[in-house]
Structures are given as C-alpha cells and as structure tokens.
C-alpha cells in the first residue's frame, strides 16, 4: 500500500544516510512516514546525543505535528539511505477517505505512544523505586508473550539511571529470577513479581 | 460488524484479558476503570476515564496486540457496536468523522500527558533559540560541521534567528573550505574571541576530533588550553601541566612553560618555577631562546637565594 507508486510521487522524499530530517524546538507541520530505511530519534544537548529510539519501514516520525503546531520534541537522523512520504494535515486527513489503512497505522503508533506516555507519568508518581521498577516490568509481561525487556527503554522510560535499575535487580538475579545481559533483561519467571508487589 | 446492548454496570471486557474486539458506542455511556496506575483526565489523576456516544475504545489494545489494559463497563444502558481488526478500514471509510475523532483524542490526550509530565518533573522550559542552538554546538564538537551547518540553514528559516545565523555562516565559512591551516585557526580566533567563547571552543574541539597532523593538532590544543585562561585560571595551569608532554613539534610548548613560570613566581613557588625553567633547557631550543631561558634561570635564582637571606 505504502509503496504504492502513484502515493509516492506525489508524497516521496528520499534521504541519504546521515542526513538531518528535522531538529528538536524546530517548528514544523509535516509528518512522515517511513517506507523504508531507518533513522535515529535522539535528544540532542551541548555535550551529548541521547538516542530516544531506532525505528524504520512501517512507522511515523513527527506525528504529533499535524495536531498542534509546536516545535518538534526531538531530532530525527537518518541512520541509512531512507524513503519516506510526507505529509501536510490537509494531505494526511484528505487520504483517510481513500486510504483508511494509513489512519490505521496512524492510530496503531499513536496508541503505543500514548501508552508509553501514561507510564512514565505513572512511574514518575510512583516514589519507591523497585516497586517503579517491578511494577514496568510485570505490565511489560503482561501487554506482550515475551520475557525480554530493553535495558535503554526501562531506564528512560521510569527516568533511572543504568546503576539504580542493576542494583535492584541484581539481588532478583542471584535468586535466578532474571538474568541480566548488557542490553536486556530476561525474566525467567513471573511468580515472584507477583507476590513482591502484593 | 455487530451491535450489542448493555445494561448499567454491565461489563464489556476484563482487564488482562485477549480481546480481539474493537468498541464505538452508540448511545450510552462507558467507563473504562484501571486497576493500576492512573489516568490523566483534564487536569485530574483518575484511575477512570468516561466515554460517550461517538468515542471509540479498545482500538489500542487490538491494534498493538496487547492484552487489556483496564476493564470497560457501562455506566448506563449503552448500544455499542463492535468489530475485529480486519473490519477496521471498513468502518473508517465510511465514517471518516470517525478517523479524526479518534486521532484528535488521543493526540489530545498524549499532549495533555506530555504537559503533566513536565509539571512533575519540573522540567525547566527554555529559550527555543538556545536551545537549538545547542544542537549546533553538539555537532561542532563531534567535529560533524556539514551537519552543524545543516542545523544553521534550518535555523534561517525561523526568522528569529537570522543575526546569529548570518554571523555563524560567515565566522564558520573557513572551515569548510576543507584545507585548514594555522591561518585558519587565526582567522576563528579573532572571529569567535570577542563575542562568543563557547562556539569557539565547540569548534576547536570538533577540529582536534578530525585533524590529524600532529602540528596542527598542537595548535589547536593550545588555544583550547588558552581559553581557559581568563575563566579559570587554576584550571588553564592544570591543563598545561597535564598536556605539555603533547608538545612536540611545535613551539606551543615553551609558551605554555612560560605560562607556569609566571605562574607560579606570582604564586611565590620559586622552586617550582625555577624547575619549569630549568627543564626549558632541555627542549630544542635556538641560540636566541637559550639565552632567554638562562635569563629567566638567573632572575629566579636570585630571587631564591634573597627570600633565603630574609629567612
């Protein structure tokens, strides 16, 4: 659908790797689409680069810029040769008619998006840390059949450092609850969590 | 797609459940009530959130295959009509008020939750300029000057920036020329001295990332060290005493042991200074310069031996 010609000669962009697609506090109105390649969202200050997320083919950047005209919240880099389409708010809301599947994939990104939102509010109204911490990790287990969890993604999820998140699970690791690598966290059984947070 | 009628305080699904089912409601009311966490109603943390005919539910959950986040039960006697996932793009098409409602509330929602997390996070809200243009300080120091200068082009199109922009692409100008050469490095100096150290600075670090001969790399760390003379001179004395082995084609290392000379004469450490100058004598010096060195040997060892006599 999205590679769909006709769509991307009208709405097609095309980005060499490394190249700036938008910067944070930039104002802007367009949101894109990507149809294939890859880019970097990151949060860029004077003495470093906080890389938020990595996504590609099938996902939106700058979407919430065609409800509210605010500056963008974060730099999107393209990390390879990347196809995007791009659009306006008029553009995008005269397509739901032909193409109701891109509303979809709209709401589809949108609903995960407010999802994270609500939790980081939550965790951030959450005091103690380890119940913050396993409270994420059990609704994690719960919203997917997995037993995987990011390392990156809880820590800027929850707003703890790398070192606040190893020390309380450490003692969860010498019981073989969990094991910890350098980049995930695998839960290897669920039971516990369960009766930590009664 | 299919309707069903539900009673007051009927339940329309269970929290942590599958459910492959996608909710409008036709008349009625809906509650959807958490059994953790909160919900960000208006301005008020609920631990429910209220829905009337017209609003969609349980799309979030269907679409990014998760199981129930909350429970749905009806407040009052409700129609709801319901549908799977595959039926979704139907629906829309012939309801395209549908789509935008449902867009509009949940980026709605997601900004109301953006706002709130800032307010508890006290998250200081700066200046957009500079802000931005600690993007463009970030991509000098990595020494990424086509992106830096990327950022500079995106800046000209907000208005507000134009001064700063104009003067950053005449001052920057030098250094894509790609050759560059201690006239170069001379050039930024006298553009950047005056009116703003911290680019300067974010510069000089950026080139000592991508320049590799080795003279020219003195010359750089020079001026970095340089800069931090006026700001904090207890700093500036410890990078040179840290750096002054880095030196060692150029003359950049005499200057610096001058520096600590006078330094620390003016500190009333005469040993140490007449150390430093002593160790001068070591370095490739010519007729001209060990002359001076032996100068400076003598002024201090004098000094040396009358702060002796007074003791």
Redesign the interface.
């Known amino acids: 659908m999205f590679d769909n010609p006709i769509l991307f000669k009208k709405f097609g962009q095309e980005y060499d790797a490394e190249e700036i697609v938008f910067c944070e506090y930039e104002r802007g109105e367009e949101l894109y689409y990507i149809v294939s390649g890859k880019v970097k969202i990151s949060k860029i200050m004077k003495n470093n680069e906080k890389v938020v997320a990595y996504i590609g083919k099938g996902e939106f950047v700058g979407e919430m810029a065609i409800f509210e005209n605010k500056p963008r919240t974060a730099t999107v880099i393209t990390v390879e040769k990347t196809k995007f389409l791009k659009f306006k708010k008029i553009e995008f809301f005269q397509l739901i008619k032909t193409a109701p599947i891109l509303v979809i994939e709209l709401i589809k990104c949108l609903s995960k998006r407010n999802r994270r939102t609500l939790e980081q509010m939550n965790s951030l109204l959450e005091k103690d840390l380890e119940k913050k911490i396993l409270e994420y990790i059990y609704l994690k287990l719960n919203e997917k059949e997995t037993n995987e969890i990011k390392i990156s993604e809880i820590i800027s999820i929850l707003n703890i450092t790398r070192d606040e998140l190893l020390e309380t699970l450490l003692p969860y690791q010498k019981k073989s609850y969990l094991r910890i690598t350098t980049t995930d966290i695998f839960i290897n059984e669920t039971g516990w969590i369960k009766r930590k947070l009664k | 797609m299919k309707l069903i009628k539900v009673k007051k305080d009927g339940i329309i699904y269970f929290e ?1 459940v599958n459910d492959k089912y996608i909710y409008v409601i036709k008349s009625g009311k809906v509650i959807l009530k958490k059994e ?5 109603v208006g301005k008020f ?1 609920k631990n429910f959130r209220e829905l009337k005919a017209g609003d969609a539910f349980g ?2 959950e269907v ?5 129930r ?1 909350n429970r749905a039960v009806a407040l009052e006697e409700s129609e709801i009509i319901y549908f799977e996932k595959e039926e ?3 629906v ?2 012939n309801n ?1 008020k549908l ?2 409602r ?3 509330s ?6 109301n ?2 706002d ?2 800032k307010h ?2 006290n998250e200081n809200i700066c200046e ?2 500079k ?2 243009k ?2 463009y ?2 991509f000098l ?1 990595n020494g990424d000057f086509q ?1 830096a200068n ?2 500079l082009e ?2 000209k ?2 208005k507000e920036n134009l001064e700063f922009v104009e003067r950053e692409t005449k001052s920057t100008h030098i250094i894509k020329e790609g050759n560059i050469t201690e006239q170069t490095i001379k050039k930024l100096k006298e553009n950047y001295i005056k009116y703003d150290e911290e680019i300067l600075e974010s510069i000089l670090i950026g080139l000592n990332k991508k320049i590799f001969k080795k003279k020219l790399q003195e010359n750089i760390i020079y001026e970095l060290i340089k800069l931090f003379k006026q700001k904090d001179e207890k700093e500036y004395i410890t990078k040179i005493e840290k750096s002054l082995n880095e030196f060692v084609e150029s003359d950049y290392g005499k200057k610096l042991r001058y520096e600590l000379i006078s330094y620390y004469e003016k500190e009333n450490q005469l040993p140490k200074a007449l150390k430093i100058a002593n160790d001068l004598l070591d370095q490739k010096l010519e007729e001209k310069e060990i002359e001076e060195a032996r100068k400076r040997i003598a002024e201090l060892s004098l000094k040396i031996e009358e702060v002796e006599k007074n003791v």
């Open positions: 942590n953790k966490g909160m919900y960000l943390l799309f979030e679409l990014t295959d998760t199981k986040g979704f793009s139907n829309l098409k395209t789509g935008e449902i867009l509009n949940i980026s709605n929602r997601i900004r939750l953006n709130k997390i508890i996070s957009d300029s802000k931005i600690d993007i300080l970030y120091k992106k990327k950022v995106r800046m199109l907000d």
